[in-house]
């Protein structure tokens, strides 16, 4: 009896381990992204390519699989976060001449993580989730390795906040492909730029977040938008 009893214990809390995680506010799972990619060529056709991310815990935190649903691109990316959201590895493979090379790259989870080297909308904030507006702005300093050489860009993240309306305006919000579920609540447009000289910056990234949700609306790169598909 005693065994059949630590059975049906075992067996209880195996099944509750993955829906307790899921339920602690998991970043990232089962999302659709629309991106659209404009070519630097003036005049040229807007292509989309639609973004499964599917996420599946791991022994330390979870796993984000990311795949092109229409399989239009050559390219997919593994993500790899802690336990509290934070991107600490992004394996990145695109094929090259008949096979698939990865690029691996690992992360300081206390700064912000930008993909560069891949088409896909991954870059992450590595902020406390779900997302809580942050005041003041912050001042970090990334570093690259090229060969030999390590270069340090000195970045500059601020959030400010911005009506529907105005998102409206300048298309991070679309009614035709966020139909799901109306966009409500504060919304805050976080900025990432690299610092010039002077006073002059240069944007980097842009992400559109509704406070309390654990994935943004919008995001924005050079030559890339790209919105989360808002389910009913």
Known sequence: M???FYIVLFFLLFISLPAAYAGSGQ???NYEIISEYQSPVPGSA???VRWQFAGRVTADGYMVEIEDLDQKVGCRAELYFSSNHVLEQA???RWVKGAEVCSANQYDTKKPALLN???IPGDWLNRPLPFVHQANKRKVVLYEQIGTSRFANYLIVQDRQISRQEALAQGMI???LQTGLAVAGQLYLVEISRAGNGASQDLLLQQL???GDNFWLYESKAGRS???LLQK
């Open 2 to 4: 005693r065994n059949y």
């Open 27 to 29: 970043a990232v799972a």
């Open 46 to 48: 807007v292509n989309e």
């Open 91 to 93: 394996d990145c493979f």
């Open 117 to 119: 080297a891949t088409i």
């Open 174 to 176: 679309r009614d035709d």
């Open 209 to 211: 977040w509704r406070v």
């Open 226 to 228: 790209s919105w989360r």
